[in-house]
């Protein structure tokens, strides 16, 4: 079965700083699917970006962006100039390609608990 | 609007205690998830319904029962609760198909057993 850690249980980050979220994962597959999504306090997960591993390049969204080493098995997400708005928890999940009846099922980490200082 | 509406926001219940959790989706999705997520513990999946249909139960305790009557709602029944049950229980629902869909989340409902 897929596992993912999440070795960074709280970060912290000053306003329009960077910072960076760790993840790793373990699979035997080949093919397969990231994300990290943002749970801020109002509980609602919202996906902020994706990958699939078959694409070398590393996803990006505005400030948002990846770095995906796949023989590691790391897929670390990079938050640039960082906004109070980007305070959440910050889940990493892995999906298989394998046929899943349609369905979307995704394994998760733990979360990073994320921080924004003024 | 997040298109999916998770009822009731916090419910505090006693093991003794039939409750009901109730999710929305008004997205004309096609699958529907419940998810349990536990401090310091990573989110596990509980049930999926794909076209109302249960394509998964991840082992989940009997106590545990959901029911989908359409493709829109689900519900999850619950009885005799433990107080390790007690954690945030997450709704989501996605477009079945072939390209890879995102989830969209409700913003839970927080449930305390006594």
């Known amino acids: 079965a897929q596992t993912v850690t999440q070795s960074q249980p709280e970060m912290s980050v000053q306003e329009a700083e960077t910072v960076t979220l760790s993840c790793t994962y373990d699979t035997s597959e080949s093919d397969y699917y990231l994300f990290w999504y943002k749970q801020p306090p109002s509980r609602q997960m919202i996906l902020v970006i994706r990958q699939e591993a078959y694409k070398q390049q590393n996803a990006t969204e505005n400030r948002f962006s990846v770095n995906f080493q796949k023989a590691a098995k790391s897929f670390s997400l990079k938050i640039s100039d960082s906004q109070l708005g980007d305070a959440a928890m910050y889940f990493c999940?892995?999906?298989?390609?394998?046929?899943?009846?349609?369905?979307?099922?995704?394994?998760f980490g733990k979360g990073t608990k994320l921080t924004v200082n003024p | 609007e997040t298109g999916v509406t998770q009822t009731p926001r916090h419910l505090v219940m006693g093991m003794t205690n039939k409750k009901s959790l109730k999710c929305e989706q008004h997205?004309?999705?096609?699958?529907m998830y419940w998810y349990k997520q536990s401090a310091k513990k990573p989110l596990e999946l509980m049930f999926v319904?794909?076209?109302?249909?249960?394509?998964e139960n991840n082992s989940v305790p009997s106590r545990f029962s959901p029911e989908c009557p359409n493709s829109s709602h689900l519900f999850l029944h619950l009885h005799t609760l433990q107080p390790e049950d007690s954690a945030l229980y997450l709704c989501?629902?996605?477009?079945?198909?072939?390209?890879?869909?995102?989830?969209?989340f409700g913003s839970g409902t927080q449930l305390s057993v006594l």
């Open positions: 319904y794909n076209f109302k249909e249960q394509t």
């Open positions: 997205l004309g999705h096609n699958a």
């Open positions: 999940a892995y999906r298989s390609a394998q046929g899943q009846g349609g369905s979307e099922k995704l394994v």
């Open positions: 989501a629902s996605s477009q079945t198909g072939v390209v890879i869909e995102k989830l969209f």
